[in-house]
C-alpha cells in the first residue's frame, strides 16, 4: 500500500463504517418508553405548572447582549494563549494583537454609539 491515495481510501471506508455501525448499534440497542406520557409534549419549567404558551417571542436585544457576549469571550480565547507566548513571538506579533484588539473595540464602539447594548 505504497500509494497516498489508497491510505485515504482506506480511511474513509473504516470511519464511514464505524460512524454507521454506531447508527445501527444506537437503533437496535435504543431505550424506549412503553407508553408515552401527556405530559412529553408539555414545556417543562423546573418542576411547575406551565403557565401560558411556550413560544414567546423575545426581544431581539437579548441575541444583541447574547452574541457581543460571545465576541469578547472569542476574544480572550485569542488572547490569552497569545499573552502566555509573547516573548516567543516578538513584536510583531503585539502589533497584530493590537490591530486585532482595535477592530473589536471598533465593533464595540459602534454597538454602543447605535444604542445596541442599552437595557430599557
Not at 14 to 34: D, E, H, I, T
Request: aromatic letters at 14%; proline letters at 4%; hydrophobic letters at 60%.
Amino acid at each position: 500500500m505504497n500509494e497516498p491515495w489508497a491510505a485515504v481510501v482506506v480511511y474513509l471506508a473504516v470511519a464511514s463504517s464505524v460512524g454507521a455501525l454506531m447508527l445501527a448499534a444506537n437503533r437496535v440497542f435504543r431505550v424506549r418508553a412503553k407508553d408515552v406520557p401527556d405530559t412529553r409534549a408539555m414545556t417543562y419549567e423546573c418542576g411547575e405548572e406551565p403557565a401560558g404558551n411556550s413560544w414567546l417571542r423575545f426581544h431581539p436585544r437579548y441575541y444583541v447582549v447574547a452574541l457581543v457576549f460571545v465576541l469578547f469571550d472569542v476574544e480572550v480565547i485569542f488572547l490569552v494563549p497569545w499573552a502566555l507566548n509573547l516573548r516567543a513571538l516578538g513584536g510583531f506579533s503585539m502589533v497584530e494583537m493590537l490591530v486585532f484588539a482595535l477592530v473589536l473595540l471598533l465593533g464595540w464602539a459602534y454597538a454602543l454609539r447605535k444604542g445596541a447594548l442599552k437595557w430599557q
